[in-house]
């Protein structure tokens, strides 16, 4: 790999051993995909250690103690635990000490303590075009392709890069791999695309076929033959499906997402897809029969919204659907948000709403990253499975709780989640076959 003199005399040690170590890590990273060279990045999404993984966290504090500084703006992903209001989630108070241990050892390394999957809700929005390293599949998918920024599937190497603002020059970072792979003609009526969770439920679909590739989405028309444009909480929430049940990395949806004006320019104008596939409601449909396994009526004890973590818009709508109403008793219910988030959510008054219908904002972490996952709940002796029936209206929450929590689940929209918590069953739109 070529290397310019200061990249050189940064791996010899003249910036201490840190940074030669890192960019040891990284050009060995790099030379085992050929990558030509290093790039320089404007913005890291860094790996928060968690109190669930064995030594995550003591890991984490020799590397600070170490004197690791990041030297881009970098900020970090979801906890196992609500630092602020750690009671609120259930959290034994041992592993809630052990989680909170990451914040000096954060901010001794200059790293934003967002804890977050949604960064850019907070504002880290990296210009089109810019390189950047980053964590969270469902944050990944929505940098390079809502965004046009560029970064692969970050894991713990994202540290390396943190600490020297280098990344190689491989995978998506490259414009000869961000072009589309397959088309998916979307004949779903619009009108069935205005819940949250049917953006999640078309991800799920189209990430099942293309796996690891580059999907081109064509959106349908509305009556007045223009493409519909979706909301960005439904970008959130269609990309991190897409990284769900595929592992997508990018997608395009021409006239939409910055990279592809139109359905040529998405395939390298002209190139033609490896496979073009028609997406109808049908499928949709499909998607609610595969993941739901409550039957419509059936007790819940479970409902949780905020995956991706939740805007304050999204918050706004269901306090105002919880005013003056009461939760079911024994209902856990939780919106997941980041803590910046929740703490304008306060100041509009909105969680103070949502707290007296008996829900809570939760902020820091959610469901699938909680002391909820089979394994912690033995090691701190709660009940396994620590939830029974799950409602929600994200697909990736489905997912990945029905393994790591063992609970069951159904996907509902929005509405459909909040009417159940105040029933305390699950409260399924009869008028959909399989919703
Ligand atoms: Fe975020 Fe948790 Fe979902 S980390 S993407 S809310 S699984």
Known sequence: MKLTDSEKRMRNGAEGRVIAEAMDYIIQFGEAFNAPRLVDISYCHYPAEMGIYYGD??????YAKRGAKVCVPTTTSTLCADLEKPSITGIPAKLARLQAEVEPAHRSMGILETYTCTPQLLGFVP???????????????YFNSVLGARTNRGGLFTRFSAVTGKYPLMGYLLPE?????????VMIPPERLRTYDAWCALGFIIGKIVGSEVPVVQLPMTKSQTPILPRSDFMIGLGAALATSGSVTLFHIPSVTPEARTVKEA???GNVPKNAYEIREKDLDDVYQQVNNIEPGADIDFVTLGCPHYNLAQIEYVARKLEGRRVRKD????????????????????????????????ADTCPVESHMRQSTCREYGLAVPNVRNMVTDSVKMVRYVKDLIGCN??????????QSALKGRYDSLQRRKGH
């Open 267 to 269: 395939f390298k104008n």
């Open 409 to 418: 689940t159904a996907l509902a929209d929005t509405d459909r989640c909040i």
């Open 127 to 141: 210009p089109f075009g810019s390189y950047i390293a980053s964590v969270e599949s469902s944050a990944i998918i």
């Open 331 to 362: 209902i856990r219910f939780w919106i997941c948000t980041n803590r910046m988030t929740r703490k304008q959510a306060e100041y509009s008054g909105y969680v103070r709403t949502i707290e007296s219908a008996g829900a809570k904002v939760v």
């Open 57 to 62: 966290i003591e890991d984490l504090v020799r």
């Open 177 to 185: 791999n961000r072009y589309g792979t397959h088309l998916f003609k």
